[in-house]
């Protein structure tokens, strides 16, 4: 056993290689199901049907709530006041591993204008987003696992009084050993952050999976190239310009039960809706999420957090609103953002470039805490199998937990590490073979409507034509090495999921759900439960009923996310919205369309299929000279049929009823595909890369809005971009002061780049139009993101010779690599000299 | 012609009798259709399927909104504040009749804090509630014609800036004769309110609606006796305890197109969000009518009124959100309350008091607008013809215009009028026959299932037992004329609407809506437009959702009406509101509760309809114990059937597409029945009524919350004794001050009873099943006003031998009375003595 195979065997904790887990009771892959790969693929609708031409479908138009946004009209969590309100803080642990032995709260009770404290023993039920492992508390109940868990939360008649009450708040520990280093964690049974889940793991080990697909050892033995590489991709967090906000409100019902409201600037209404009963063991049907505006979260908020159990405890002792809003410092304890990855791949390819195995091993340190950490171990392996042909693939990753915020899903969840060190790797393959590397990757094209070796189950694939559109906009082929020391150009492809085939908890209720209702004035309202974090979730809806119904966008009026008053939607995570909550919309609005066609068509005697609904009328197709205004005609739906009222839903195709015959789906209905070209500047004596541009061509089925893909795309890209050249996630060691703490937990330090450090960015739309997707539509708010980094480092092994194999590309690391590069590149003349 | 016909004839404006007027299109009565009286009723829907036992309905339990009300956490529309908001008032007339000639707005624009002024320039399109007499403007275009009508509004940074600010508007007025006599009125041509409407009338002319029904001067020429009488019913008005409040909210939409957003304390949030629209010239798809809790109605806001249009503009000329709450004084001013009826009353009848014929004159004073006029002309007839068995019935309403403020709608709507002076007719009828007054009711029951004269359908009718139970109940036949001078009993019975057979404007759409969304947490949510009033159509529309799907009260969450969400239901008039809403609510609660029942069907292998959904639970209805939690019954329902939503809507049944083969229905779908038995003692020195006590057996059809038809039923019979006894709209006349100006618009002078004036009150219900009423229930919120007044009015006889023919029955006139009967029982004394 190599020394580096016996650091992953240990990392393991013990289990032995190849003897897989059994998965977990619903757990959202299929280990080892037989292959179905190279299967024809049962389509979920049909092409004909989703053909345009559309009339708002693909044009470009503002969001629906654009204006309200940019004249400050809209309200964020933050700006609602309710009489009596109280505000909240929450104390938080100076340790990053202690056993609390003793709270006192008198003190912080005894100070005017405190109204409670709350401590954990409140609130014992522990929760988790992934209902296998919930192992959070609302407050630290034992122990306290990292510098910033919540240990108590004070409500007070203002914001000040609050945070000098946290203060009064004595709180006796039993300091711990703690571990900031996954290899360590994986390693140590004297430090157990958790009880051990399983016979033979370590109280430190989150998750392990580990999955073969085809035969990868021969595999590799017949490459006539093998490439192995070893890839450390340090975390980074979201840094949302909204700061986490919750209010929570308590009302007597009349008889004993009472009601609980909670305002959250939350991704995951529903799930917070669970949670919140759950832990604070309350009837769901009692409690009440609201979502008001949010400013942004890229998976930052997209399970529950301390704040919204306190501020609901705290509104439930005192009988009066609470709100609490994290300081920006809190935001960067609660994080979950992108784990630190610790990556070794080994690809085999033939002489002309062709994949034959690749095989992988991860180490994620997944932070104090489970949070989506089952899921991002998963996805840190599987989504790597599309667009390339992967003949034989195995994957082997751990998470293992350590004394630091815990992390989660960021946007391109789990899957923009391996992404990174993927496309370096085949770079390097490229390099090694001579061969360009948008020619290696068009070799190595899985092809549209096929299964990977994984069981993914591709439909539409745009991904050639991506390659074809950055190579052109960029001018690869005149460009790339071709541009003078200390300029490059760099390639990179991805694929990415549209939704997950499966819900967090196991049910077979619909993922999406839209309601309508068609007013006798032509208003449209839409309810939904759907999570608009500035994504367009909500512009969504309004232009599907407006191509549907033929009504003007501002006849549309969407409810806010409310669990009282709209239908389930799971949330804004995994790229699930526009597939999702778009299919459910376009399922509602056809409903309420035929109802009008056939009134019109009675009216008219035609048939109902002859009439169109476009433009603010209803039209007969074979004579357009022949129409009413669309009032008009919903008027005549209503009288003929009753209140004009419909529900639509969407599942994945597996998952409904006899519907499906074609096994299991795999991760999601559809991927989206992306390619990028970065063309750098590096400065060879500072070590600074300068990214001039990039050019971003990506899948997204059909742009609903190209404006809004566009947007995705850019500031996908320009994620990527600060992921690469600036953005770390660092905590202070043990010779640098507190060990565990935050090194830089404000926006004054932890750098993200300003629209002056940002670089030119050119988005590409590729249309495959996905037989399943709404409209074709697939996904665009994460996809874009995976290839930025990887371009961006190969870009600079063009311009310079350097490969970077650790982000970030930040001048320190540069510099350092040239010089090894120097170093090495003077080795055989020192060696000549010697 | 006799003088009395004469006067008649020329009340009427010269029309010849018996010519009836061609019905305006559309208009709620059919005239002189051909009589079906007697035919057979086809029913729509069925008993059976309506039949018990239920679980809810019918059970004593709180309104849903109880406890937000009663801890005052319940918003009115003056509780909220809107950032950035100004507050407005009216400048009204002080002419009853005047023409404008100028308006100079410039000192008051002047004025620091004022943000603007509107005059009915601006707005210059009429409106009105009835589509055929759009007879008033927002704001006074050319002429006033009311002490109090709006001639101009300012919105300012406060109350009292904007209070300054009207004063300092010169209004250059030509002041033109008043009329406020209505049957000067009738005859004046030298002034004219409003242009006359047809030729040959005149100005003043508002309706004459003249109808007969069977022969009428035959009927009469064969009674036995025919009692003549003369009765006056002075005008009262609703004083609900808030005074209407409006605010409005402009929105730039992005385009040119901006959005109006008006909160109001209306009971017809749909006819406002309609004349908004078109008074303001905005697409309706872009109004939006909000209506917070409304502190009480009674009819008087069941109309536009200038400050919802004033608001709105203002708020369109500052973008700025605008507020005007009417003061005290302006209630009065707006009015619309109980018309002044002068009645004439044939009524013919054979020895054993059988009703031969009835021939009714009517003289209704409207004020200055149209309002509801042309509803109450035709109601001033049409709803007196059961619950008795009349043959013949002619009766011939002529309303006019005065210089007052306009009247309108008040609880028991055009009916109150007519019913107390034919019921104290019918006394008199029964005195002279020697036939107890009870006995001759009974004798002329018209029995149920049957078409009136005059083409009403009448459905259930549990008039006789309502006779029943108040002649059981106060002891009638052991105290009636038994208790000695000064204290009598008297009796009336009644019968009155459950909704209108036609919307206020022509169309065949639904006139109730209800849209339910169930949550797999088992929250049910529903939307409706329908108005809450304090009547408690919130609670009626949750009992049935719990009775329908199983659901504890506090999973029902109804969102409050607002038509941007919520589908149209017509509002809070005519007693409409249980019969129609609850009708929409079964229909969309019964789509949901068979899909439910499928599922679970399906689960446990038994047929649907053996799943019964109750208390939380879905049970086999065969074996009770196996049942699952409702939530689980739910999620199976969703996940076969997808997303749980539906609608449902309701429309009178001759509306609905060959569903009724019936021919017209009449009025209503059906009718309540109401008898009153009131206990008196009467002062004789003072003229002093006391009212004892007033039994109130009421047919509701079905009482689906007892204490809440119990409180209409006292609350009704609260009102009716309130008028009777104390309430007063008087005008000044030039010998009294300022002719046309209210005598005393406050509630220090306007007198209504408090608590400790108010007779005890005994609810007695009485459930006669309607078949087409949900689960048989009619109407209590107005039906059981009517027989309050002639009730009080017999008793009165009873007690000291006066009639009293004119209202109220208030010490001075009483004392009147009392001596007038003095002085006539001594003429013959006088004239022996002579």
Redesign the interface.
Known sequence: MSAERQEFESARGGVPLNEPEVAERGTPVVDHAPSHAGEPIPMHGSREERAGPYNVIGQRQ?KTD???KSTG?ARYTDDLTLPGMLHGKILRSPHPHARILSIDTTAALALPGVHAVVTGDEMPIPFGIIVWTPDENALAVDKVRYIGDAVAAVAAADEDTAGRAIELIRVEYEVLDAVFDAEEAARSTDVQIHEAKKAGHNGNISKIVKLEFGDVEPGLAESDVVIEGEYYFEGTTHTPIEPHCAIGQW?????A?G?LTVWSSTQVPHYL?REL?KVLEI??????VIQPHVGGGFGGKSEPFDLEFCVAKLAMKTGRPVKILYTREEVFYAHRGRHPFHMKYRVGATADGKLKAVDARTLLDGGAYSSFGLVTTYYSGQLLAAPYEIPAYRFNSTRVFTNKPACGPKRGHGSVQPRFAFEVTLDKLAVQLGIDPIELRRRNFMGSFRRTVNELRVTSNGFMECLDAVEAASGWKEKRSKMGYGRGLGVAGSCYISGTNYPIYP????QS?V?I?V?????V?V?SGASDIGQGSTSLVAYIVCEELG??L??V?V?PSD??????DLGSYSSRVTFMLGN?CVDAARKLKALVQDAVGAEWDIPPRRVLLAGGQAMDALDTGRNMPI?KAF?LA???H????????Y?TPNDV?GEYRGGTIGASPAYSFTAHVAEVEVDDETGFVEVKKIWVAHDCGRAINPTIVEGQIEGSAYMGFAEALMEQNIYKDADHGRAGLHNAPSLLDYRIPTSVDTPELQALIVESIDPEGPYGAKEAGEGPLHPSIPAIANAIYDAVGIRMDRLPFSPPLVWRALRERDAAAREPERMAAD
């Open positions: 503002r654009g204006l309200e009209r009302e007597q019902g009349g008889a039960e009601r809706h009963a009837d769901p049907a009692r409690v009440r049910n077979r209720m619909p759900a309601q209702q007013d006798r004035s032509g208003r309202a309810f009504v003007p501002d006849y009026r409810l669990t009282d008053f709209t239908p389930v459910a009032v008027n209503e009288s003929k009753g209140t004009l009222g419909s529900v639509g839903s599942n009823h």
